[in-house]
T-cell receptor
Framework: GQQLNQSPQSMFIQEGEDVSMNCTSS?????WLWYKQDPGEGPVLLIA?????ELTSNGRLTAQFGITRKDSFLNISASIPSDVGIYFC?????????FGTGTSLTVIP | NAGVTQTPKFRVLKTGQSMTLLCAQD?????MYWYRQDPGMGLRLIHY???????AKGEVPDGYNVSRLKKQNFLLGLESAAPSQTSVYFC???????????FGQGTRLTVV
């Protein structure tokens, strides 16, 4: 399957700090998605990106679809304790989605 | 609006036993997917369906079978469970290929 390189693998930050994570691939995708997963739960969609260069916000979250269509990043501003969880990127092409291995975020109050 | 519902939520099987995981979606989505999630490996696609009556293999299909007899349901079967199939299984659905996918709560399966 296609490999998505997601970094960093884990982050420990102070409450109030901004967070940035990214996903890169050797393949081109038509759609980039960002999900958050809490322990024992299924992934929940945060942001969907459909066009190269697109920059989309959802509250304190901002994500961009890279110009080359091979990468995407997610920023979280002014982190709060409930931002804790694992964040996954996903690239879609054709009928399939391919997922990164996740970024584990810990927010220290 | 329930979204995507998976049953059961937990199951323990003995090696060699069979079982079926059920996924139901009420969003009238054409596409449905089964993934497994293992530590450090992210989500890997097992099988998927692009519409009622169709199925296709994903990245890790061996040891699993699926059926999509009704648009709203996607069944994942294990004919002879193996310890390597211990995992958390997620079902997802989307309106079309490459559109936003919505996930169920997961089924935690342990094969002993």
């Amino acid at each position: 399957g296609q490999q998505l390189n997601q970094s960093p693998q884990s982050m420990f930050i102070q409450e109030g700090e901004d967070v940035s994570m990214n996903c890169t691939s050797s393949s081109i995708f038509n759609t980039w998605l960002w999900y958050k997963q809490d322990p024992g739960e299924g992934p929940v969609l945060l942001i969907a990106l459909y066009k190269a260069g697109e920059l989309t916000s959802n509250g304190r979250l901002t994500a961009q679809f890279g110009i080359t269509r091979k990468d995407s990043f997610l920023n979280i501003s002014a982190s709060i304790p409930s931002d804790v969880g694992i964040y996954f990127c996903a690239g879609a092409t054709g009928n399939q989605f391919y997922f990164g291995t996740g970024t584990s975020l810990t927010v220290i109050p | 609006n329930a979204g995507v519902t998976q049953t059961p939520k937990f199951r323990v099987l003995k090696t060699g036993q069979s079982m079926t995981l059920l996924c139901a979606q009420d969003m009238n989505h054409e596409y449905m997917y089964w993934y497994r999630q293992d530590p450090g490996m992210g989500l890997r696609l097992i099988h998927y369906s692009v519409g009622e009556g169709t199925t296709a293999k994903g990245e890790v299909p061996d040891g699993y079978n699926v059926s999509r007899l009704k648009k709203q349901n996607f069944l994942l079967g294990l004919e002879s469970a193996a310890p390597s199939q211990t995992s958390v299984y997620f079902c997802a659905s989307s309106y079309a290929g490459g559109s936003e996918a919505f996930f169920g709560q997961g089924t935690r399966l342990t094969v002993v």
